[in-house]
């Protein structure tokens, strides 16, 4: 099982940013396309951005569009959240995910880390 770790989370106050990132164990993320996701208090688990396996495409929930940005640098191994225009309705814990392809179900899953956005 691949092992996927996540950075900390954190507390932002709304209209900031804050980028989360996520690095593999044992095993190169150019060999999997990458996936963010979240859950909020009382809510079920959603899609946040995708990015394919090759790099080249990526997608977006209509809530964070022009918001967030996933990107992936193969040289340092880690994909990244960037978040900006943080809203109070971001608040959630966040997932990162990796599958085998791009069509594939989402296999690894991250441990979680909380972002609590402040009003």
């Known amino acids: 099982q691949v092992q996927l770790v996540e950075s900390a989370g954190g507390l932002v106050q709304a209209g900031g940013s804050l980028r989360l990132s996520c690095a593999p164990s044992?095993?190169?993320?150019?060999?999997?396309?990458m996936g963010w996701f979240r859950q909020a208090p009382g809510q079920e688990r959603e899609f946040v951005a995708a990015?394919?396996?090759?790099?080249?495409?990526?997608y977006y929930a209509d809530s964070v569009v022009g918001r967030f940005t996933i990107s992936k640098d193969n040289a340092k191994n880690t994909v990244y959240l960037q978040m900006n225009s943080l809203k109070p309705e971001d608040t959630a814990v966040y997932y990162c995910?990796?599958?085998?392809?791009?069509?594939?179900?989402?296999?690894?899953w991250g441990q979680g880390t909380q972002v609590t956005v402040s009003s």
């Open positions: 044992g095993r190169t993320f150019k060999d999997y396309a």
């Open positions: 990015i394919s396996k090759s790099g080249d495409s990526t």
């Open positions: 995910a990796a599958r085998d392809s791009d069509f594939d179900l989402y296999k690894y």
